[in-house]
């Protein structure tokens, strides 16, 4: 039987045998919003549903999980890159105030193996299905040459909803007012082309469990799954006025704080106010990471910000606990850090 | 200087460069609908502006170009890619009746060429902007060792919107409708891997002209722009009932034509009732491809088709001149080629 499709690299019988393992998975995640099933050429989403007389905003984030997917592979574990994806673009669009309606996925590698795209597929849906947002569609392709062996691309789409008066940032963001933070479990989706090299660097293998990350080994830590903000934010937005949100990713404090202040601003935060990861500490110790390079690559601990006015920080602290006071609104652009 | 994001293989400058590169082919796709400019978490798009009073069902795809990309690797042409991926999108969603709204892209690679990108984004750019969509936000990620050295991967993701009336396909399709063909431009995004082994095997240059090619270069033809079938699909169904659309994508006419039929019909199409591009013959010679495979792995001259009812035959051509009349819907279920 000549097939000259799968001679060429590509195996359509796999791809199709990957879509019966994660249909059920997604099915789970479609509320009555959601028309169309899977196999459709677009998935359809009834707004009139979801949101029933809404005039709003539609916001939405494209994002990828960089080279986790490395570490994933080398862990044999594929499901958590797809909670880390989802949670990724729910914090993008916490931002802009927005909460989620749908997600669509997109899963390349050079060669699908139908198991490992069930399982990164399996926990996008897990993550959708936590935050009630619906896994609308997806692709999958396999592109021998374009990628590695051993390497894989997972990237994703999520559109949310916000009416116009709840859109942040807020305009009247003020020097003065104060940055909280809300902790990170680790890396999130961000750091990990240098990550591995300093793991590669110290010979260590992803299995080890140095003494200073207190149990896990170093391919749990980086594993971490990228904490999703949403429940939180929503508590902070009932007990006071939010007035803007960053997400710390590529480019760490110093790139993302600023996106949510007005033109000219900057902030101070003071360190050793808020908890730092075990893995942040041994990603700086083992890469002789200077403090300026660390933040800059890296979130550092500070998977949130949030803006609030001075006189809101007692009932902010109140509602959610985990938050700490990092740190404040200057006149002056730029993000330092200070003692 | 030490940076070790950039040791890492990172370059966030160079991110950085192509995102000034891109800015303004990507704001001319911003209508009055978008309120926020590039650098935000996340893009948003005012549905009450773009569709007033609109109670709509959105519609979303998310998909790539494939192996495409490496020919225009070859070819150091990256413009077109950004084109097909727009146009691909576009005819998923038209499939289930609905208009385009916004888009987002991703473009990864090991390493990120700023030209490269700007280039890729910008033909994203022009795509959106032909079509009145905007480019609302995107990703771009550079990720070392999990892509080939000269392989980049481009998706993207369409939203569009549609009311409950004019989604399709229509239940009412029946046996002896007749199906019409909108003609491709040739491979569109669809069967790259398996062209590119039959070049490589022919022992072909993409720069060589193929007499059977009739003047372009196999290069040339296998990087012509996807077709988006917006304005024919507008002037069918404003001169006739339009009762299904099947957008040939991958699987073929096999695969993706009863996708738009009721379950259990299929249809005939009549050998010879369509142009098929040169290069298709080209690939069929060259590769030895039996037609089955040719049709499963190709689109073969087959864009788009659309299910009419017989009656609605003269006013759809009238309309529409370069509509092939190709087929009818059947009975029995599958596509079959005949006489």
């Known amino acids: 039987m000549a097939d000259a499709y799968a001679a060429a690299g590509v195996d359509i019988a796999a791809a199709t045998r990957a879509k019966e393992l994660m249909a059920a998975a997604v099915r789970a995640t479609h509320g009555p919003a959601v028309l ?6 677009g998935g359809c989403f009834d707004l009139e549903v979801a949101a029933p007389g809404a005039t709003g905003i539609l916001v939405a984030s494209t994002d990828g999980v960089g080279t986790k997917t490395l570490v994933a592979t080398a862990m044999g574990r594929y499901d958590s890159v797809g909670q880390d994806l ?9 931002v802009q105030g927005a909460t989620p309606l749908f997600f669509l996925d997109y899963v390349a590698a050079a060669r699908l193996e139908p198991d490992h795209v069930a399982a990164i597929v399996g926990g996008v849906a897990t993550a959708c299905q936590a935050l009630g947002c619906a896994l609308l569609g997806g692709e999958t392709a396999e592109m021998p040459d374009v990628y590695a062996p051993s390497g894989f691309d997972l990237a994703g789409t999520l559109v949310g909803i916000v ?11 003020a020097p003065g007012d104060v940055v909280l933070a809300l902790p990170s479990t680790g890396l999130h989706t961000n750091g990990y082309s240098l990550a591995r090299r300093i793991v590669a660097q110290a010979g260590a293998s992803y299995h080890d469990r140095p003494a200073i990350l207190g149990g896990p080994s170093l391919g749990e830590a980086l594993l971490a799954v990228h904490r999703c903000y949403l429940t939180e934010v929503q508590v902070l937005r009932q007990a006071v006025t939010l007035k803007g949100l960053a997400h710390i990713t590529g480019g760490g404090v110093f790139d993302n704080l600023p996106r949510a202040l007005p033109a000219g601003m900057g902030a101070t935060l003071t360190r050793g106010s808020w908890p730092i990861p075990p893995i942040f500490r041994y990603l700086v110790e083992q890469g002789q990471l200077q403090e300026q390079e660390a933040y800059h ?8 910000l949030a803006i609030i006015a001075p006189d809101a920080v007692t009932a902010a602290l109140a509602a959610c606990p985990e938050a700490c006071l990092v740190g404040a609104v200057r ?3 730029g993000v330092e850090l200070c003692d």
Not at 36 to 41: D, S
């Open 86 to 94: 989802v949670n990724h673009c729910v914090n993008d669009i916490l």
């Open 163 to 173: 009416t116009r008066e709840a859109m942040l940032p807020r305009p009247d963001i």
């Open 297 to 304: 690559a890296l979130n550092m601990g500070l998977g949130m």
């Open 36 to 41: 169309a099933g899977m196999g459709a050429f």
């Open 331 to 333: 006149a002056t652009a």
